[in-house]
């Protein structure tokens, strides 16, 4: 079994800067990735950013240039640095593991933490 825990989630003003954590514990394998989503209220869960163990990383177009992903495998946790903070960025941000190779794992969730970034 697998568990992620987040934390870092709050409230800020536009413009300013936030960042995420999650760790995960249990079973995990040598090849994963890991990464954040977000929901918005009234919108589906979308990808935020993503980064495999050989830190290839991935990011949604309305976060390029101001989200930063990074990874610490000895720990097995996932960072992201959310500067310039827009108030369309709020939403549940939610950690992801895809545990194994990405045509066949299986993925695990986190509980969610709120970003609220107000105008």
């Known amino acids: 079994q697998v568990q992620l825990v987040e934390s870092g989630g709050g409230l800020v003003q536009a413009g300013g800067s936030l960042r995420l954590s999650c760790t995960a514990s249990g079973s995990i394998f040598s090849i994963n990735a890991m990464g954040w989503y977000r929901q918005a209220p009234g919108k589906q869960r979308e990808l935020v950013a993503t980064i495999t163990r050989g830190r290839s990383s991935t990011y949604a177009d309305s976060v390029k240039g101001r989200f930063t992903i990074s990874r610490d495998n000895a720990k097995n946790t996932v960072y992201l640095q959310m500067n310039s903070l827009k108030p369309e960025d709020t939403a549940v941000y939610y950690c992801?593991?895809?545990?194994?190779?990405?045509?066949?794992?299986?993925?695990?969730w986190g509980k969610g933490t709120l970003v609220t970034v107000s105008s």
């Open positions: 992801n593991l895809r545990n194994g190779p990405f045509a066949d794992g299986m993925d695990y």
